[in-house]
C-alpha cells in the first residue's frame, strides 16, 4: 500500500509539472504576441518619428521570447513523456505523440484543519499503523502462550478398561461378557511435569518477549515519525497558500503597472527621449510580469501537490474497502 501511494504521488507530482509548463507555453505565447504588437507599432511609425534603435530594442526582445516560448514547448515534450513513462498504460506507449493536457486546474482554497486533529486522523488512518497494531496484537498472543510453556504442566488423567473376548464371531455375547466375565477396571490419577532448568521454554518465551517489544517500539517509531510527517505537510500546505495569495496580489499589480505604461508609451512621440525611456521601462515592467505569472503558476502547482501530500500523509490518498465480486465489480 505504501509504494502504491508513492507511485500515486509521483504521478499527481508529474501531472502538476506538465500543467506548470503547459502554462508556461501559454504565458510565453501571449507575452510574444504583445511584444509582436509593440515591434509592429514601432515599424508602422519608423517613417514618422520612431527611432532606429527602438525597433532595435523591441527585435531583440521578440527574439528572446521566441526562444523562451520554444524551450517552454520542448519543456512540455519533455513533462508528457515522464508522465507517459510513469502511467505505463498501453494506449499512452503505443502512440506517444497523443497530446497529453491536464483537464483539473489547481484549486486555491484548502481544508482548514489543526494539527492534532491532522495527527489523530493520520493515526486512525495510515495503513502501515494497522499494520503494526496486527503485528503487535499477534506478538502479544505469542508472548502469553510462552509464557504458559514456561509453568509446570498438572494434568489430570482418567482411564477405564473392559474385556470380553469371544471366537467364531459372537459380537453380542462379547458386548455381554464385557461387563460379566471381563469386569471393567478404571484408573485416576494427577500428571505433574516440571522440565529441569526449563531453558527451551525460557528461551522462547524470550524471544517472543524481544519481538514484542521490537514491535511496540517500531509503533512508537512509526508514530512519531508520521505526526512529524503530518505537522510538516500542513505547515507546507499553509505557506504554499499563503504564496499563492501574495503571488495573485504581485502579478496583478505588475499586469496593472504594464497596462498603465503601455497606454503612455502610445500616446508619446516617438521621437522624444522620454519615450525611449518609457519603451525601456515597459519591455522591464513586461520582464516581471513574466515572471511574477510563472511565480504564480509555480505557487498554484506547488499549493497542488502539498495538497496531494498532504493527503498522503492523512491516509486518504488511498481508501480500502470491501469489494463486490460480481458481474461489474464495485466497492464501496
Same mark, same amino acid.
Given at each position: 500500500?505504501?509504494?502504491?501511494? =508513492?507511485? #500515486?504521488?509521483?504521478?499527481?507530482?508529474?501531472?502538476?509539472?506538465?500543467?506548470?509548463?503547459? &502554462?508556461?507555453?501559454?504565458?510565453?505565447?501571449?507575452?510574444?504576441?504583445? =511584444?509582436?504588437?509593440?515591434?509592429?507599432?514601432?515599424?508602422?511609425?519608423?517613417?514618422?518619428?520612431?527611432?532606429?534603435?527602438?525597433?532595435? %530594442?523591441?527585435?531583440?526582445?521578440?527574439?528572446?521570447?521566441?526562444?523562451? *516560448?520554444?524551450?517552454?514547448?520542448?519543456?512540455?515534450?519533455? /513533462?508528457?513523456?515522464?508522465?507517459?513513462?510513469?502511467?505505463?498504460?498501453?494506449?499512452?506507449?503505443? +502512440?506517444?505523440?497523443?497530446?497529453? /493536457?491536464?483537464?483539473?486546474?489547481?484549486?486555491? +482554497?484548502?481544508?482548514?484543519?489543526?494539527?492534532?486533529?491532522?495527527?489523530?486522523?493520520?493515526?486512525?488512518?495510515?495503513?502501515?499503523?494497522?499494520?503494526?497494531?496486527?503485528?503487535?496484537?499477534?506478538?502479544?498472543?505469542?508472548?502469553?502462550?510462552? &509464557?504458559?510453556?514456561?509453568?509446570?504442566?498438572?494434568? #489430570?488423567?482418567?482411564?477405564?478398561?473392559?474385556?470380553?473376548?469371544?471366537?467364531?464371531? %459372537?459380537?453380542?455375547?462379547?458386548?455381554?461378557?464385557?461387563?460379566?466375565?471381563?469386569?471393567?477396571?478404571?484408573?485416576?490419577?494427577?500428571?505433574?511435569? !516440571?522440565?529441569?532448568?526449563?531453558?527451551?521454554?525460557?528461551?522462547?518465551?524470550?524471544?517472543?518477549?524481544?519481538?514484542?517489544?521490537?514491535?511496540? +517500539?517500531?509503533?512508537?517509531?512509526? !508514530?512519531?515519525?508520521?505526526?512529524?510527517?503530518?505537522?510538516?505537510?500542513?505547515?507546507?500546505?499553509?505557506?504554499? +497558500?499563503?504564496?499563492?495569495?501574495?503571488?495573485? &496580489?504581485? @502579478?496583478?499589480?505588475?499586469?496593472?503597472?504594464?497596462?498603465?505604461?503601455?497606454?503612455? *508609451?502610445?500616446?508619446?512621440?516617438?521621437?522624444?527621449?522620454?519615450?525611449?525611456?518609457?519603451?525601456?521601462? @515597459?519591455? =522591464?515592467?513586461?520582464?516581471?510580469?513574466?515572471?511574477?505569472?510563472?511565480?504564480?503558476?509555480?505557487?498554484?502547482?506547488?499549493?497542488?501537490?502539498?495538497?496531494?501530500?498532504?493527503?498522503?500523509?492523512?491516509?486518504?490518498?488511498?481508501?480500502?474497502?470491501?469489494?463486490?465480486?460480481?458481474?461489474?465489480?464495485?466497492?464501496?
Amino acid at each position: 500500500a505504501a509504494g502504491l501511494q =508513492d507511485q #500515486l504521488l509521483r504521478v499527481a507530482e508529474q501531472y502538476w509539472q506538465l500543467y506548470f509548463q503547459r &502554462a508556461l507555453v501559454l504565458q510565453q505565447g501571449r507575452n510574444l504576441q504583445r =511584444d509582436n504588437a509593440i515591434l509592429h507599432h514601432l515599424e508602422e511609425r519608423q517613417a514618422i518619428d520612431v527611432l532606429r534603435s527602438q525597433i532595435q %530594442r523591441a527585435k531583440a526582445k521578440v527574439a528572446t521570447r521566441e526562444a523562451s *516560448w520554444l524551450r517552454a514547448s520542448a519543456s512540455v515534450r519533455d /513533462a508528457e513523456a515522464t508522465l507517459r513513462s510513469l502511467v505505463n498504460s498501453p494506449l499512452l506507449l503505443n +502512440h506517444p505523440h497523443i497530446e497529453i /493536457a491536464p483537464l483539473d486546474v489547481p484549486r486555491e +482554497h484548502h481544508l482548514d484543519i489543526s494539527p492534532s486533529v491532522a495527527r489523530q486522523l493520520a493515526l486512525a488512518q495510515r495503513p502501515e499503523i494497522d499494520n503494526l497494531l496486527t503485528q503487535l496484537r499477534i506478538a502479544t498472543v505469542e508472548t502469553d502462550v510462552a &509464557a504458559n510453556q514456561v509453568l509446570p504442566s498438572l494434568a #489430570l488423567v482418567v482411564e477405564s478398561y473392559v474385556n470380553g473376548l469371544q471366537g467364531d464371531v %459372537r459380537l453380542g455375547r462379547a458386548l455381554g461378557d464385557q461387563f460379566s466375565e471381563g469386569a471393567p477396571s478404571y484408573s485416576a490419577g494427577l500428571f505433574f511435569e !516440571m522440565p529441569l532448568g526449563n531453558r527451551r521454554a525460557r528461551s522462547q518465551l524470550l524471544q517472543r518477549q524481544l519481538e514484542l517489544s521490537r514491535v511496540s +517500539h517500531q509503533l512508537d517509531a512509526s !508514530m512519531a515519525e508520521i505526526a512529524a510527517e503530518v505537522e510538516i505537510v500542513l505547515r507546507e500546505v499553509y505557506v504554499a +497558500h499563503a504564496l499563492l495569495v501574495s503571488r495573485r &496580489a504581485a @502579478l496583478a499589480a505588475t499586469a496593472a503597472e504594464v497596462e498603465y505604461l503601455y497606454q503612455r *508609451w502610445k500616446q508619446l512621440p516617438g521621437h522624444d527621449q522620454s519615450t525611449s525611456l518609457f519603451l525601456v521601462d @515597459l519591455l =522591464d515592467a513586461e520582464d516581471r510580469l513574466v515572471n511574477e505569472q510563472q511565480q504564480l503558476v509555480g505557487a498554484q502547482t506547488s499549493f497542488a501537490v502539498a495538497q496531494v501530500k498532504l493527503k498522503r500523509a492523512l491516509g486518504e490518498l488511498i481508501v480500502f474497502g470491501p469489494c463486490v465480486l460480481s458481474a461489474t465489480p464495485s466497492c464501496p
